[in-house]
């Protein structure tokens, strides 16, 4: 028998093999699952996000590098494709890629995708969608969509077991099981 879900806060997570999908209630509370998340992060991992625009995938991001550690806030890559952020205590490094400008897998080359991917940094991809082919093919994919002006549904999917301990791991730390 499935345990009742936890609320914490105004956050409800719906549970699903494989999956979490919760809903937030706004910026702040997205911001905090981010911030979560980030504390988690480990090198080399893949943070794919996708969702219309406006539906908090920069907010989100910016949480994971509060909870990340990162020296700098993370802020929108839209114009500049890739912002690079390091954390002090150990140098590590993680990489915010913005990915709207891109018509293509194909066009990662001209980031220097290849070696974003070796560098063992975090990577936090908005718009993942515009490259999926050229991804690994194990990663995180978070799906943000816009339910009201304030409410956004966010679903967590793994893709390996990496990830689906990062999201065991996730949701014990939010929900508390």
């Not at 390091?86 to 194909?106: I, M, N, P």
Request: proline share 3%; hydrophobic share 40%; aromatic share 8%.
């Amino acid at each position: 028998m499935m345990k009742k879900p936890v609320v914490i806060g105004d956050a409800v997570p719906i549970l699903r093999e494989g999956e979490l999908d919760i809903i937030s209630y706004n910026a702040e509370q997205t911001g905090r699952m981010g911030y979560r998340l980030g504390t988690l992060l480990e090198a080399g991992d893949v943070i794919c996000l996708t969702g219309d625009m406006g539906a908090g995938k920069t907010v989100f991001s910016s949480g994971i590098g509060r909870g990340w550690g990162s020296l700098h806030p993370v802020t929108s890559p839209t114009f500049n494709l890739v912002h690079h952020h390091e954390r002090e205590k150990d140098h590590a490094k993680l990489y915010h890629l913005d990915c709207y400008r891109l018509s293509s897998s194909a066009d990662v080359e001209t980031i220097g995708f290849d070696d974003l991917l070796e560098s063992q940094g975090i990577l936090i991809i908005e718009w993942a969608e515009r490259i999926k082919e050229a991804l690994p093919p194990e990663r995180l994919w978070i799906y943000l969509r816009v339910i009201e002006d304030t409410r956004r549904n966010m679903i967590l999917e793994a893709t390996g077991k990496r990830y689906q301990d990062l999201i065991d791991k996730f949701r014990s730390l939010t929900f508390g099981f």
